[in-house]
Structures are given as C-alpha cells and as structure tokens.
C-alpha cells in the first residue's frame, strides 16, 4: 500500500527545550533605542548572512516572563510590535542584567519601522517569540565562540546551534 499522507501542518505551540513556546506573547513591554547599529553584544553572534536584519537587546524585566535573557534566547527571532510596523529581530544582545528594569532595546533601524519614525525614547510593546530562523543558510548552522575556546581544553569552549 502506498505511505499514509504527512499530517496536517500544526498550529500548536512549538516548545524548545529551554521552556520557550512560539505562543510565548507579552504586552506593554518598556522599550528604547538601544544604539544606531549592533555590537557584537552579550550574546557574540556569529558573523554570517543574516535573514533577518533587525536586532535587539532584552532585559530581565519580570513582565517579559519566558522572554527574559537568557543564554539560550540568543539568536532566536522575537517579533516586536510598538504600534508602527512589526519586526522580527534576532536577540543580539543583553541589557542591564540584574537592574530588573529593561525590558526591549532596539537599534535606530528597528526604532524607526516600529514606533513609525518616532523621537528616541521610550515606549511600550507587544514580544512575541517566532519560529523564524535568524540565518540566510538553509538548515542547522554550529558556530564555535572563539573568544571561549580554552587552549586544548573542550570545557571551555561554548558552541551554538542556529536555524533549529
């Protein structure tokens, strides 16, 4: 007999294993301009071709909930609406860990799609997490940290997967 249809594409929620769901949304989120353009930030992302062009920092504010920091939210795509234009925006960096008070940072590019070209400073919006993948490559992408490689040592080297 032929092989039984795939099943139907889902709308569930996906989980990763760090507890984070696509269906992991939070409101009234205090953002700001963070800078014109990224650094290599908290989460030294690789250097590679970027699918998604807008970056952002994210804070340990108790309203983000799953969204806080983390090192495992690096490089995943949060789509960020303020009210103008949503973006996805790949988690670059982190802002004022341990000060409980930042929620989104966003660069000027970014700034200026979701606030529709308004004054830096501050305003509120909706996170959500995506199932967007950060990088132009097709499939799993593993990057090693080259400031954590310790000498020979596989212990102290961080690793990370993108595109899962």
Partial sequence: PPPP????PSSDPVQGSDGVT??????GIKATMWA???D???CSMPQTTYAVQHAIAVGDKAALGNLKITNSLCG???????????VDAVVASSCDIGAGTCGVDLIRKSWDV???SATPGITHCTVS???VNPMAASGEQCFIRPTSVGGNSAYYT????FNT
């Fill in 158 to 161: 961080s690793a990370g997967v």
């Fill in 40 to 42: 290599s930030g908290g």
């Fill in 22 to 27: 696509t269906s992991d949304e939070v409101s």
């Fill in 5 to 8: 249809p795939p099943p139907p």
């Fill in 129 to 131: 997490m995506t199932d």
């Fill in 36 to 38: 014109e353009a990224t």
């Fill in 114 to 116: 979701v606030t529709d």
């Fill in 76 to 86: 995943h795509v949060l789509r960020v609406d303020c009210g103008g234009t949503p």
